[in-house]
């Protein structure tokens, strides 16, 4: 499902650039562009900004989110920073402090998360 994974207790430092669906369940502190997705899971931190296809955020982001798509915030999420994407949905109960910018205008979707703890679903 995912072609790269930084594992618990692992920590990145520096730039993280790629291809494909980053699965981040450690810590990662720079600046990431990835061609593809970011699912940070839920206990996991990412000091830095972060540009991708998509992103889905469980865990701390300290740092600017950007999306090509989407940007999704479960209910566990805490990020720190700024959202841009053109589709931003936040779960009830995601804590956020910044601004949302969204290109074409799209409206921000809040929603009650139904999928079970731990469940991860990249987009189609």
Known sequence: M??????????LQGELNGKGSYHIQGEVVGDGYIEGAVV???????????????????????????????????AAAVVTGDLSAPVVAMAEGALYEGAISRPRKT????????R?????????
């Open 2 to 11: 995912f072609s790269s994974q930084i594992g618990i207790g692992t920590l």
């Open 40 to 74: 940070l899971a839920a206990g996991a931190y990412w000091k830095g900004n972060v540009t991708a296809d998509y992103v889905q955020i469980a865990g701390k982001v300290e740092g600017n989110v950007a999306a090509r798509s989407k940007i999704e915030l479960t």
């Open 107 to 114: 409206q921000v979707t809040r929603y009650n998360e139904r």
């Open 116 to 124: 079970g703890p731990g469940t991860t679903t990249l987009p189609a």
